[in-house]
Nanobody, 127 residues
Framework: QVQLVESGGGLVQAGGSLRLSCAAS????????MGWFRQAPGKEREFVAA????????YYVDYVKGRFTISRDNAENTVYLQMNSLKPDDTAAYYC????????????????????WGQGTQVTVSS
């Protein structure tokens, strides 16, 4: 079992930046690959970024590539999402998730692959 708590959301103007954090407690953090998802009002939850257990591999959805960076600090049991050049379309609740799945790539993009979820943090980007 692992508990995930997101923080760092807020209101920002278009073009601004935010850094989301997700603190994990419970079982060994480095046992889990991690991901960030988001859900806008009236829309389905969607994949944003994922990172492998070691942090050496990451993967992004196309529309955040070059703007968002996922990273993790296994010593601090925390995964981050640095978001730059924010756009109004980035407005959503952002969720971190942990998975105990294994694959060659060790990053995961599908909701069904994740075992644990945080409660989410709201990001609002004004135009």
């Amino acid at each position: 079992q692992v508990q995930l708590v997101e923080s760092g959301g807020g209101l920002v103007q278009a073009g601004g930046s935010l850094r989301l954090s997700c603190a994990a407690s419970g079982r060994t953090f480095e046992s889990y690959a991690m991901g960030w998802f988001r859900q806008a009002p009236g829309k389905e939850r969607e994949f944003v970024a994922a990172i492998s257990r070691s942090g050496s591999r990451s993967y992004y959805v196309d529309y955040v590539k070059g703007r968002f960076t996922i990273s993790r600090d296994n010593a601090e049991n925390t995964v981050y999402l640095q978001m730059n050049s924010l756009k109004p379309d980035d407005t959503a609740a952002y969720y971190c998730a942990a998975t105990g799945s294994y694959s060659v790539s060790d990053y995961y993009t599908r909701i069904a692959e994740y075992d644990y979820w945080g409660q989410g943090t709201q990001v609002t980007v004004s135009s």
